[in-house]
């Protein structure tokens, strides 16, 4: 709780005026209709409020709401970060409607702290909320005027099914449902000499049995709210990595996340900007993944977004190489660290010696990219011999029986003349299990009785 003493003269009479939109409106009216959208707004309303006090509410639109914050809950020093955690927490608030539950894509524009209450002439404010919601990615907007746009039944259809698999993998991961399998990227030659190991989302079934999350994955991916995932499974991957000093990782995300403008305006990824400025040396061991369509369509930022993680010390590994979505000059611009190459070419090599020859050709077009090319797919002893024919120095393969849930991470080779990190020999496994944290949440700001907020 803040202590209202201690707030500077200034700001205890200034506010932060907010615009909250809803980016998936059209796709809720589109499947719900008006009265669905109604409950939408509703249901945004009551979560602001719960989360966000003091607060005033200004007006309402059909897709969004202006509201007034107290300029002292949202700093300048904080403003990205408080907003960030505060969009979070709206869209991982679903909507019960029906027999259903929907996801709400918020994004938020915020002005500078400016004197005044209700009443008073908020249109420079305004204007400056606005403009910064406008430059935001918001993906899931994106998506939502697609549908609303190109409406059919089967496109509807498969929103509501989209919408049912990502929240069912959003509440997963919310009661610690999920956990990483570990797939390690190894020499095809010398299957103990290991790379690294990639992280892959997972869950038990009835029986134990483990099942991957792509397909809910995608489902959040063409909703637009693939980062509301990404940033949870960066933040647990960094645990990792914490946990382990030999530990080498990296993690797949969404090209949708690539953006410091996802919740609002410098409101994304806050907490792992944070967390890798106050420990360098976990920045060298983490390998950020994204698919070659990143080259297709940028966000805005996605370049400034890469560059900053890339001087922070992160390696940026870009896979699905060849699958037809980008140039190697649209690539280039990336100047990824590592490239694995589609899994589809591997796993079709034997089919004629054209597909076979495709392997070292695309082998030898990815290392004009950078030095560290991976084979994906490798899943036969029969491809893994391939690949070394084909000179591959690593590759990685979903059916070899080497995916663990146990962390089973080795131990620096000093005689390695890899580039970092290093290639390492395999040691006994680590009695360290990986754990998933509490997400992180809003933490919201209540005034006491008796001491109203002096704002409104």
Same mark, same amino acid.
């Given at each position: 709780?803040?202590?209202?003493?201690?707030?500077?003269?200034?700001?205890?009479?200034?506010?932060?005026?907010?615009?909250?939109?809803?980016?998936?409106?059209?796709?809720?009216?589109?499947?719900?209709?008006?009265?669905?959208?109604?409950?939408?707004?509703?249901?945004?309303?009551?979560?602001?409020?719960?989360?966000?006090?003091?607060?005033?509410?200004?007006?309402?639109?059909?897709?969004?709401?202006?509201?007034?914050?107290?300029?002292?809950?949202?700093?300048?020093?904080?403003?990205?970060?408080?907003?960030?955690?505060?969009?979070?927490?709206?869209?991982?608030?679903?909507?019960?409607?029906?027999?259903?539950?929907?996801?709400?894509?918020?994004?938020?524009?915020?002005?500078?702290?400016?004197?005044?209450?209700?009443?008073?002439?908020?249109?420079?404010?305004?204007?400056?909320?606005?403009?910064?919601?406008?430059?935001?990615?918001?993906?899931?907007?994106?998506?939502? #005027?697609?549908? !609303?746009?190109? @409406?059919?039944?089967?496109? /509807? &259809? +498969?929103?509501?099914?989209?919408?049912?698999? *990502? %929240? $069912?993998?959003?509440?997963?991961?919310?009661?610690?449902?999920?956990?990483?399998?570990?797939?390690?990227?190894?020499?095809?030659?010398?299957?103990?000499?290991?790379?690294?190991?990639?992280?892959?989302?997972?869950?038990?079934?009835?029986?134990?049995?483990?099942?991957?999350?792509?397909?809910?994955?995608?489902?959040?991916?063409?909703?637009?709210?693939?980062?509301?995932?990404?940033?949870?499974?960066?933040?647990?991957?960094?645990?990792?990595?914490?946990?382990?000093?030999?530990?080498?990782?990296?993690?797949?995300?969404?090209?949708?996340?690539?953006?410091?403008? #996802?919740?609002? !305006?410098?409101? @994304?990824?806050?907490?792992? /900007? &944070? +967390?890798?400025?106050?420990?360098?040396?976990? *920045? %060298? $061991?983490?390998?950020?993944?994204?698919?070659?369509?990143?080259?297709?369509?940028?966000?805005?930022?996605?370049?400034?977004?890469?560059?900053?993680?890339?001087?922070?010390?992160?390696?940026?590994?870009?896979?699905?190489?060849?699958?037809?979505?980008?140039?190697?000059?649209?690539?280039?611009?990336?100047?990824?660290?590592?490239?694995?190459?589609?899994?589809?070419?591997?796993?079709?090599?034997?089919?004629?010696?054209?597909?076979?020859?495709?392997?070292?050709?695309?082998?030898?077009?990815?290392?004009?990219?950078?030095?560290?090319?991976?084979?994906?797919?490798?899943?036969?002893? !029969?491809?893994?011999?391939?690949?070394?024919?084909?000179?591959?120095?690593?590759?990685?393969?979903?059916?070899?029986? $080497?995916?663990?849930?146990?962390?089973?991470?080795?131990?620096?080779?000093?005689?390695?003349?890899?580039?970092?990190?290093?290639?390492?020999?395999?040691?006994?496994?680590?009695?360290?299990?990986?754990?998933?944290?509490?997400?992180?949440?809003?933490?919201?700001?209540?005034?006491?009785?008796?001491?109203?907020?002096?704002?409104?």
């Amino acid at each position: 709780m803040i202590d209202l003493a201690r707030i500077s003269p200034p700001n205890r009479c200034r506010n932060t005026l907010l615009v909250a939109r809803l980016d998936n409106a059209e796709a809720i009216a589109a499947i719900h209709g008006e009265d669905g959208l109604r409950a939408a707004m509703a249901h945004l309303a009551g979560a602001i409020e719960r989360n966000l006090n003091p607060v005033r509410f200004h007006k309402a639109e059909r897709d969004r709401m202006t509201l007034l914050a107290h300029a002292a809950m949202l700093e300048p020093d904080f403003v990205c970060a408080q907003i960030e955690a505060l969009g979070m927490q709206l869209c991982l608030d679903p909507l019960v409607h029906g027999a259903g539950r929907i996801l709400l894509s918020v994004s938020i524009g915020h002005s500078d702290p400016v004197p005044g209450v209700l009443g008073e002439d908020l249109s420079a404010a305004l204007a400056a909320a606005c403009a910064r919601l406008e430059r935001l990615a918001a993906p899931g907007h994106t998506a939502s #005027l697609h549908l !609303a746009n190109e @409406a059919s039944a089967q496109m /509807l &259809a +498969r929103y509501r099914d989209d919408m049912a698999r *990502a %929240e $069912r993998l959003l509440g997963q991961i919310a009661r610690g449902e999920t956990f990483f399998a570990w797939r390690p990227i190894f020499d095809p030659r010398h299957p103990d000499r290991l790379f690294q190991h990639e992280a892959l989302l997972r869950y038990a079934g009835e029986r134990g049995e483990q099942f991957d999350c792509t397909a809910a994955y995608a489902a959040l991916e063409r909703l637009g709210m693939a980062h509301l995932l990404d940033r949870s499974l960066v933040l647990r991957v960094l645990d990792a990595l914490e946990a382990d000093p030999h530990a080498h990782l990296s993690i797949a995300i969404s090209p949708q996340s690539l953006s410091f403008d #996802l919740g609002g !305006a410098d409101a @994304a990824w806050t907490d792992v /900007l &944070a +967390r890798l400025e106050r420990r360098p040396e976990l *920045a %060298e $061991r983490l390998v950020l993944e994204f698919h070659e369509s990143a080259a297709c369509r940028f966000w805005p930022g996605t370049l400034t977004f890469l560059n900053t993680l890339r001087e922070l010390g992160v390696g940026l590994g870009l896979y699905g190489f060849g699958s037809g979505h980008a140039s190697v000059r649209q690539l280039a611009v990336l100047r990824p660290d590592q490239v694995k190459l589609d899994s589809a070419f591997l796993r079709t090599a034997f089919l004629s010696e054209r597909n076979r020859a495709r392997v070292g050709r695309l082998a030898l077009e990815a290392r004009t990219l950078c030095r560290t090319v991976i084979l994906t797919g490798a899943e036969t002893p !029969a491809q893994i011999r391939l690949a070394a024919e084909e000179g591959a120095e690593w590759i990685a393969g979903a059916r070899l029986g $080497r995916v663990g849930t146990r962390r089973v991470w080795s131990a620096p080779d000093r005689a390695a003349q890899d580039r970092s990190p290093r290639a390492r020999t395999a040691s006994a496994p680590s009695a360290l299990e990986t754990a998933a944290p509490e997400p992180a949440r809003f933490r919201p700001l209540s005034w006491p009785l008796a001491a109203q907020s002096p704002v409104f």
